[in-house]
């Protein structure tokens, strides 16, 4: 059995998740999601566009396995009371009781106390567990891991999800090496395929064929300091290219020297859609 087919505990959290999870916004149908769990992907995402089968997926699911899902709702909220009744209605839409993450979106910024206070309601009304944070300011992150060890943070964040892929690779030198390691929070790492650039031919080296998926999850994974990667596939072929990840295993040197080459190409050439802090040439 491979590496990646083994599950692994998530950060300090008692909870143990696949290598991959599912994000919910492009409509991946609801027989995909329970089949992708029959297959050991137990993380889902119900994220940036809540659809309705992806939720009734989760309910269908939870019915007989709550225990073992792991189940995280995203906010864009601006304003920290609107969180409330956002995560009120995902709970009321899926049947839970509660969701194991609550995951503050696309955040550039140390988010106010008043967030962490929303938190801090929320869990001790049982309706979340564990608090993240996503972000495309990479510098934060540090700055997060540093308070978080002086004990400076009322709250702490349990996981944290930023972008990380063949042509984006600066969390290799600016975060990574910074992840404290006790309290240890998980990673999640998303846009692994670089909105699909990395899989175009036409923004390929000369002579270089495309990535596949399979290879862009397989780099990410193969990265010892990233716990989960969210995949966003639409369909059952894109779910079953991202699950063969985990059955491919480990990337061989050969390999990576190619995609990081190949990776290199795109960074330098193509223009991210959103450039993340910390990023030098683009």
């Given at each position: 059995?491979?590496?990646?087919?083994?599950?692994?505990p998530?950060g300090h959290?008692d909870l143990?998740s696949s290598?991959?999870?599912i994000?919910?916004?492009?409509?991946l149908p609801q027989k995909?999601?329970?089949h992708?769990?029959?297959r050991g992907?137990?993380?889902?995402y119900?994220?940036?566009?809540?659809?309705p089968?992806?939720?009734q997926?989760?309910r269908?699911?939870?019915k007989?396995?709550r225990?073992?899902?792991i189940?995280t709702v995203?906010?864009?909220?601006?304003?920290p009371?609107?969180?409330?009744p956002s995560?009120?209605l995902?709970?009321?839409?899926?049947g839970?009781?509660h969701?194991d993450?609550?995951?503050?979106?696309?955040?550039?910024?140390v988010?106010?106390?008043d967030?962490?206070?929303?938190?801090?309601q929320l869990?001790d009304?049982?309706?979340?567990?564990f608090?993240?944070?996503?972000t495309?300011?990479?510098p934060?992150?540090k700055?997060?891991?540093?308070?978080e060890?002086?004990?400076?943070n009322a709250v702490a964040?349990?996981?944290?999800?930023?972008r990380y892929?063949?042509?984006?690779?600066?969390a290799?030198?600016?975060?990574?090496?910074?992840?404290?390691?006790?309290?240890?929070?998980a990673i999640?790492a998303?846009?692994?395929t670089?909105?699909?650039?990395?899989?175009?031919?036409?923004?390929m080296?000369p002579?270089?064929t495309?990535?596949?998926?399979?290879d862009?999850?397989?780099?990410?994974?193969s990265n010892?300091?990233v716990?989960?990667v969210?995949?966003g596939?639409?369909?059952a072929e894109?779910?079953?290219?991202?699950?063969?990840?985990l059955?491919?295993?480990?990337?061989?040197q050969e390999?990576?020297?190619?995609?990081?080459?190949?990776?290199a190409y795109v960074?330098?050439?193509h223009q991210?859609s959103?450039?993340?802090g910390?990023?030098?040439?683009?």
């Amino acid at each position: 059995m491979s590496d990646f087919l083994e599950r692994q505990p998530l950060g300090h959290s008692d909870l143990v998740s696949s290598r991959l999870g599912i994000g919910s916004s492009f409509g991946l149908p609801q027989k995909v999601v329970e089949h992708a769990f029959e297959r050991g992907v137990n993380y889902l995402y119900w994220g940036s566009i809540r659809r309705p089968g992806f939720g009734q997926a989760i309910r269908h699911l939870a019915k007989r396995h709550r225990d073992e899902l792991i189940l995280t709702v995203q906010s864009y909220a601006r304003l920290p009371r609107l969180i409330v009744p956002s995560v009120e209605l995902a709970l009321r839409r899926t049947g839970l009781d509660h969701f194991d993450y609550l995951l503050l979106g696309a955040r550039n910024e140390v988010p106010s106390d008043d967030y962490l206070e929303v938190f801090e309601q929320l869990r001790d009304r049982g309706k979340v567990r564990f608090l993240s944070l996503s972000t495309h300011n990479r510098p934060l992150l540090k700055k997060l891991f540093a308070t978080e060890q002086q004990g400076q943070n009322a709250v702490a964040y349990d996981m944290f999800m930023l972008r990380y892929n063949a042509a984006h690779r600066g969390a290799e030198k600016d975060v990574f090496p910074f992840v404290p390691n006790r309290p240890r929070p998980a990673i999640l790492a998303y846009t692994a395929t670089r909105w699909g650039h990395l899989l175009d031919a036409q923004k390929m080296p000369p002579g270089e064929t495309p990535l596949s998926a399979r290879d862009c999850y397989r780099f990410a994974l193969s990265n010892p300091n990233v716990d989960v990667v969210l995949c966003g596939p639409a369909n059952a072929e894109q779910m079953d290219e991202a699950i063969s990840a985990l059955e491919a295993g480990p990337l061989e040197q050969e390999e990576r020297t190619r995609i990081e080459r190949i990776g290199a190409y795109v960074y330098e050439k193509h223009q991210p859609s959103f450039p993340d802090g910390g990023d030098t040439t683009t």
